[in-house]
């Protein structure tokens, strides 16, 4: 039976990539070797690292003063890498769930935090807006898509002092005005490739603004300064990155892809609203074109268990919600086709006309 992998991260991947990539394991580039048994420095190993940096610049549209790099570490490191290198006195975050309250606690470890916003008073539904960002704070953070909970911005924000944006799980699957950032950095493993190797988008005049002595790894100058190559990089995951860049340039880019992405959660958030038994947790205008948070209507809750083992039959994979939310989670990111979409909407039809009179 036909898989349909709604996972939230790990996540899907373009299958022509992963024929590549296993390829590549076994004979990169005609060389005889495999590629995780070359160094790091050949020009071969270069070349795919340049075509991943230009490719990224191309596709998202990242203006000259930016310089992109690719480091190990997750996420999670680039967590506490923005304030060891830019939190000065004091930093502004809005509060959007589990991964800014991470961000959160790290930054906390380098001066002083204010909560600028939040959207804790009800369970992180919806994306704080109108709020006032103080001008005395070094830089404003921001999670733009928010995965654990379906919450998306959609708007790049005007910010009066320096805007970083953590977008693990939307990058590259929107437009996204650059220019309005002075950093965006993520994790590879939503969107992009398999976990280990994390993308950061930095403006230049971020890299005068070091505000510590930091250790090597730590400093985004090290990184920029030595092309992604001051350690070995994760080869692997940024070889399949530039093969997820190179597949998503030959679709059409980011404007095809946002088409897509917009026709895929625009068919599955309709069928939630049409359903009597299911209902979206996210308020409208923020729902996350990548992460589709759903629960059962009151009243229908029992048979939530009678649907997951249904979907699962159907071919379902890994629609179970996060235990902060509970329900149901299909995550839409870019590689998922429509096919799957209109599979798990045809599900939960047949789910609901069988069980409701
Ligand atoms: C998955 C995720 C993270 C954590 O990424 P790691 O690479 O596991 O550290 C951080 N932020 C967002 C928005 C995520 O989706």
């Known amino acids: 039976m036909k898989k ?28 005889g070797l495999s590629l995780l048994s070359i160094s790091h420095r050949t ?8 075509s991943a940096r230009n490719l990224f610049r191309e596709l998202l ?14 996420a999670s490191t680039q967590f506490f890498h923005m304030p060891a290198n830019f939190l000065g006195k004091k930093a502004g975050y809005v509060n959007t769930g589990v991964w800014t309250k991470k961000a959160i606690k790290e930054a906390k470890l380098f001066g002083e935090v204010e909560v600028v916003a939040s959207s804790e008073d009800k369970n992180f539904s919806y994306i704080p807006k109108g709020f006032d960002i103080p001008t005395d704070i070094d830089y404003l953070y921001i999670c733009t898509n928010n995965t654990i909970y379906g919450t998306e911005y959609k708007n790049d924000i005007d910010s009066p002092v320096p805007l970083i944006a953590d977008m693990s799980s939307d990058i590259l ?21 398999p976990a280990g190797v994390s993308f950061v988008i930095v403006r230049d005049d971020m890299l005068q603004k070091v505000v510590r002595t930091l250790p090597a790894m730590v400093n985004v100058n090290t990184h920029v300064d030595n092309g992604s190559m001051y350690n070995t990089p994760p080869v692997f995951p940024i070889y399949v990155m530039n093969e997820t860049l190179k597949w998503l340039k030959s679709i059409g880019g980011v404007d095809e892809i946002y088409r897509r992405n917009v026709e895929k959660a625009g068919l599955l958030y309709d069928a939630i609203d049409r359903s009597k038994i299911f209902r979206g947790t996210v308020a409208k205008e923020d729902r996350s074109l990548m992460n589709i948070c759903f629960v059962m209507e009151e009243g229908y809750e029992e048979l939530a268990p009678a ?15 996060h235990r902060l939310v509970g329900g149901f989670r299909a995550s839409c990111y870019n590689a998922l086709p429509l096919e799957s979409v209109q599979a798990l909407v045809a599900c939960m039809e047949e789910f609901e006309a069988a069980n409701v009179k």
Do not use: C, T, W
């Open 4 to 31: 349909h992998n709604f996972n939230a991260g790990p996540s899907i991947l373009p299958d022509v990539v992963l024929e590549n990539a296993a390829k590549a394991i076994l004979n990169f580039d005609g060389s």
């Open 43 to 50: 020009p071969e190993f270069e070349a795919v690292l340049n």
């Open 173 to 193: 699957s929107r437009p996204v005005d650059v220019s309005k950032y002075a950093v965006i950095y993520g994790g590879a493993q939503k969107n992009l490739a």
């Open 61 to 74: 549209n990242i203006p000259d003063n930016y310089q992109i790099f690719f480091v190990g570490g997750g």
């Open 307 to 321: 649907f997951m083992e249904f979907a699962k039959s159907k071919g379902m994979v890994g629609i179970k919600g």
